[in-house]
């Protein structure tokens, strides 16, 4: 299949959760995740009509966007991966939204990027729902602190919420802590779901479900990992 048939099966796809009134109220936003495809396969799911994209890493997305962006005014670029602190200057030239903000430092130095840049960027904190060691995300029992230092020393707005559920598990109640978190925090947006549980996150009331694989077809094993 294309990727312009793909893209077209996952909106049916989110459609039908929606038609089937099995939603939380989540604005239910698709972001295409292109990380390691080309130019090209970008350009065929922006030729049929899509306009969010999420990478992963500043390097990859910085190669690829500049020119997609100068040509394309409305694409907004997520960054969905975990972002070093001498990344931050670049990311935040080059990205629209950051939803993986999950330590103090890394908000210090968005803050002062943004500033210098005058920037304004859309901010998401990452939460490690599952409380695992080698995954990105702030501790849920941590989230609290760093919120209030974000809003507080920073003068950060944070938006949202987004987690990446343990791989083997059943990713429901990850999505219901997720939520839960934000409604306890006031915080608005929730990006959760990939192309394996994206229905279950739209009934949990997902803002941004983030698909890759499903519109692009099965990524190759990163030669660098
Ligand atoms: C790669 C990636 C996705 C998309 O994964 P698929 O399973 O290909 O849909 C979503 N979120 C994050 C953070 C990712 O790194």
């Given at each position: 299949m294309s990727i312009g048939e793909n893209l077209k099966l996952v909106k049916a796809r989110m459609e039908d959760v929606r038609g089937e009134k099995r939603t939380g109220a989540g604005l239910g936003h698709l972001i295409a995740v292109s990380k390691t495809r080309p130019v090209e396969d970008i350009e065929l799911a922006i030729e049929s009509g899509q306009r969010l994209f999420g990478e992963n890493r500043v390097q990859e997305a910085m190669a690829k966007f500049p020119a997609l962006k100068s040509q394309y005014k409305d694409l907004q670029l997520h960054l969905i991966g975990p972002l070093q602190s001498n990344k931050v200057k670049e990311a935040v030239a080059h990205f629209d939204v950051?939803?993986?903000?999950?330590?103090?430092?890394?908000?210090?130095?968005?803050?002062?990027?943004?500033?210098?840049?005058?920037?304004?960027?859309?901010?998401?904190?990452?939460?490690?729902?599952?409380?695992?060691?080698?995954?990105?995300?702030?501790?849920?029992?941590?989230?609290?602190?760093?919120?209030?230092?974000?809003?507080?020393?920073?003068?950060?707005?944070?938006?949202?919420?987004?987690?990446?559920?343990?791989?083997?598990?059943?990713?429901?109640?990850?999505?219901?802590?997720?939520?839960?978190?934000?409604?306890?925090?006031?915080?608005?947006?929730?990006?959760?779901?990939?192309?394996?549980?994206?229905?279950?996150?739209?009934?949990?009331?997902?803002?941004?479900?983030?698909?890759?694989?499903?519109?692009?077809?099965?990524?190759?094993?990163?030669?660098?990992?």
């Open positions: 950051i939803q993986t903000i999950d330590r103090p430092k890394i908000a210090k130095v968005i803050a002062r990027e943004m500033k210098e840049q005058n920037r304004d960027l859309t901010l998401f904190v990452q939460v490690n729902v599952g409380e695992e060691p080698q995954k990105g995300g702030v501790l849920p029992q941590d989230l609290e602190g760093l919120l209030a230092l974000c809003r507080d020393e920073y003068g950060l707005d944070i938006s949202g919420l987004m987690c990446i559920p343990p791989v083997d598990a059943e990713p429901s109640p990850y999505f219901v802590l997720l939520r839960r978190l934000a409604q306890s925090h006031g915080i608005e947006l929730l990006s959760m779901g990939m192309s394996a549980d994206f229905e279950s996150a739209l009934q949990f009331g997902a803002d941004y479900v983030r698909v890759g694989s499903a519109i692009f077809g099965r990524r190759e094993a990163p030669k660098n990992s």
